[in-house]
């Protein structure tokens, strides 16, 4: 059995996508078959993760159609099965048009999805290329939009499957900062890797706009590590890329990315 008393340790807004997240891993266990979450955002990842991680018998991977993919969905299954033995849970879709005289956005495409009556967690990353863009679905929902989605921003389209092959992986608009720090504290790290001042990142800090793995932290002396991804709102989000420990200074050497 799952022990579902941990959902009541979740911040109010995550109980019920936990509770689901529970009610799915109960199900790998009975059924003893693989089960999908619908699509998660990176913080409901982090989340997801804490509540099936300490399942006994299960193990789970996530899958958003391509490496670099934000929003993934969560797939949970017994631990003794290979992943060849999971079924696709991704569905690839390229939705073409003339925007040549008419550029369309990503709020575009989402919006023209979403106004077809599909729900957002339907819905994974959507690659937005010259001729359109490229949309990753639950499998379930394919045929419904090639019957739905006709028009993007007043310009005709046509939706046709693809393979994950053929995704266009966006660019890599990332910024490599190789620096030191005085130290590890959320205020020291967040200041250097956003290029602002300490005394400006606690404000953000303290006005609960600094999230650490996804987690709003209101400690400037909260330690950070290796791996960490730190997002600010109204700044963006760097990532942890490597701690390379002491210098000659005594200052401690790491390296952030910055996603811009």
């Excluded at 310009?155 to 005085?182: G, Y």
């Excluded at 790290?189 to 300490?198: D, L, N, Q, T």
């Excluded at 890329?241 to 210098?247: A, H, L, P, Q, S």
Aim: charged share 30%; net charge positive.
């Amino acid at each position: 059995m799952v022990d579902r008393s941990i959902i009541k340790s979740l911040p109010a807004e995550q109980r019920e996508l936990g509770a689901k997240i529970i009610d799915k891993a109960q199900s790998a266990l009975k059924i003893y078959q693989p089960v999908f979450s619908d699509f998660l955002d990176p913080g409901q990842q982090v989340m997801a993760k804490k509540l099936v991680s300490g399942i006994y018998g299960l193990t789970w991977k996530f899958d958003g159609g391509y490496d670099s993919a934000e929003r993934k969905r969560m797939i949970i299954f017994p631990e003794d099965l290979s992943w060849g033995e999971i079924p696709e849970c991704i569905c690839c879709l390229q939705v073409a048009g003339n925007f040549r005289f008419r550029k369309a956005t990503h709020r575009d495409f989402l919006g023209a999805v979403l106004n077809t009556g599909i729900r957002r967690e339907k819905l994974g990353d959507i690659i937005v290329v010259d001729d359109g863009c490229q949309l990753i679905v639950v499998p379930e929902i394919k045929d419904y939009l090639a019957q739905n989605l006709f028009k993007i921003h007043q310009v005709p389209v046509k939706v046709t499957e693809i393979s994950r092959e053929e995704l266009i992986s966006p660019a890599d608009n990332t910024k490599i900062i190789d620096t030191t720090v005085s130290s590890l504290r959320l205020d020291a790290v967040a200041g250097a890797g956003f290029g602002i001042s300490r005394s400006k990142i606690v404000k953000y800090i303290n006005s609960e706009k600094v999230k650490v793995n996804f987690e709003t932290i209101t400690d400037a002396d909260y330690r950070i590590n290796e791996g960490d991804v730190v997002s600010t709102r109204g700044l963006g989000r760097i990532s942890i890329e490597k701690v390379k420990g002491d210098t000659r200074k005594g200052r401690i050497g790491i390296v952030i990315k910055r996603y811009l």
